[in-house]
């Protein structure tokens, strides 16, 4: 019963918020340009304005974390000028897109405060490990729900899709935020082990 319900929950309320995710991050690229300009530093970090958080980072702000500033494989185009106007841009846009909706309760969950987090398929999937696997996890009458597989399907490119929630079947003590993604992804460059 619970597969069953779980996966009604899927197709009728998370795969759509995942659309509209998707939503939301394609018009990030002017929202972004737009909006940029008007940053300001809250709490010690720069952000955008706060109407237009959706579009920003509520960790690390419009800068990016270290690793991104002083990293050429992170920041390729602007690991020289890591605070510039377009390393700010390609960091909101390209890096962490609508980053910022983790903020909200209909994009994000925190792990640890849910109950009854189940997996089927594969516990584990990830860069050259393969498999599918679908979970869930419930925080009162709300549930959480994702999909995951990775497939190898040929020596340069692996298939990766990546729907709704990013639970983690085996991190239930996880207390930071965590978003949901939609992502397909037919050349994901394969990483064999």
């Known amino acids: 019963?619970?597969?069953?319900?779980?996966?009604?929950?899927?197709?009728?309320?998370?795969?759509?918020?995942?659309?509209?995710?998707?939503?939301?991050?394609?018009?990030?690229?002017?929202?972004?340009?737009?909006?940029?300009?008007?940053?300001?530093?809250?709490?010690?970090?720069?952000?955008?304005?706060?109407?237009?958080?959706?579009?920003?980072?509520?960790?690390?702000?419009t800068f990016g974390n270290g690793s991104y500033q002083n990293n050429e494989a992170y920041n390729p185009l602007f690991v020289d000028n890591p605070k510039g106007f377009w390393s700010q841009w390609y960091w909101l846009v390209v890096r962490n897109p609508a980053n910022g909706l983790v903020g909200s309760p209909l994009f994000s969950l925190v792990q640890a405060e849910t109950e009854e987090i189940r997996h089927w398929g594969k516990a584990h999937i990830d860069n050259g490990i393969y498999g599918w696997q679908f979970l869930s996890a419930r925080d009162g009458w709300r549930r959480y729900t994702g999909f995951y597989a990775m497939v190898p399907y040929c020596p340069w490119f692996d298939f990766e899709c990546r729907v709704g929630f990013k639970i983690l079947p085996t991190a239930s003590t996880r207390k930071r935020p965590i978003g949901m993604t939609f992502i397909v992804n037919p050349f994901k460059r394969a990483a064999r082990r």
Do not use: C, E, Q
């Open 1 to 61: 019963m619970t597969l069953l319900y779980s996966l009604i929950w899927f197709v009728l309320i998370d795969l759509p918020l995942a659309l509209l995710r998707v939503l939301v991050a394609i018009v990030g690229p002017v929202t972004v340009l737009l909006t940029l300009p008007f940053a300001s530093v809250r709490k010690g970090v720069m952000h955008l304005p706060v109407w237009a958080s959706w579009w920003g980072n509520p960790t690390y702000g």
